[in-house]
């Protein structure tokens, strides 16, 4: 059975540009959470989604949107980034809402320059 | 904010049993604990969870103290290999809230 799949691993922007992360959930799972990690503030929650929907949101700006697809996949959006957006983007699925039992993802580092 | 305080770090010599303690003094009644570690640079990978009873599986075994109150991850044989960070989180299974991860404690197992 195949884990959590985050894309890309690894990229480098600059101060304004933005982005865009990939997640694809295990088969079978239909909630996917995302989670910024940094070593100052440790793993921070984004937010969640099921079915489609966004069903919890942690206290970032506006500038981090994300949106959850049909097949479970997701995506998160960073706009007109800021240097404090590098980070580790951690992405996290599991079976139902609010589980405890999450899969993780390696995550998807971003470097803003 | 986290529900669960855990001392930021700790030491374990390889070959002998790692008591990791959680504070929870807040629990409520339908919250699980549940504990992850995240080795460097990796994703957290789950590790076990429980309700009110003792709980053990292949990678460790967890105690929850009769009032909930706090809990001990147990690694019976430390590796260096189990050199990571270990959460310790609370959570109301199938509830609206988000999970909360705290700091966390950062287990360093010495050769």
């Known amino acids: 059975k195949a884990g959590v799949t985050q894309t890309p691993r690894y990229l480098i922007k600059t101060r304004g540009q933005q982005v865009t992360l990939s997640c694809s959930p295990i088969?079978?799972?239909?909630?996917v959470s995302w989670y910024q990690q940094t070593p100052g503030q440790g793993l921070q929650f984004l937010f969640e989604y099921f079915s489609e929907t966004q069903r919890n949101k942690g206290n970032f700006p506006g500038r981090f949107s994300g949106r959850q697809f049909s097949n479970s996949r997701s995506e998160m959006n960073v706009s007109t980034l800021e240097l404090g957006d590098s980070a580790l983007y951690l992405c996290?699925?599991?079976?139902?809402?609010?589980?405890?039992?999450?899969?993780f993802g390696e995550g998807s580092r971003l470097t803003v320059l | 904010d986290a529900k669960t305080t855990q001392p930021p770090s700790m030491d374990c010599a390889e070959g002998r049993a790692a008591n990791l303690p959680c504070n929870h003094s807040?629990?409520?009644?339908?919250?699980?604990v549940y504990w992850y570690r995240q080795i460097h640079s990796q994703g957290p990978q789950y590790i076990i969870h429980g309700l009110k009873n003792n709980e053990t599986n292949e990678m460790a075994s967890l105690i929850i103290t009769e009032d909930r109150k706090s809990s001990t991850l147990i690694l019976p044989h430390a590796t260096l290999r189990d050199t990571a960070v270990y959460y310790c989180i609370v959570v109301t299974q199938g509830g609206s809230e988000k999970l909360v991860f705290g700091k966390g404690t950062k287990l360093t197992v010495n050769p």
């Open positions: 807040t629990i409520s009644g339908n919250e699980y």
């Open positions: 996290a699925s599991s079976l139902g809402l609010a589980i405890g039992e999450l899969f």
């Open positions: 088969s079978g799972h239909r909630s």
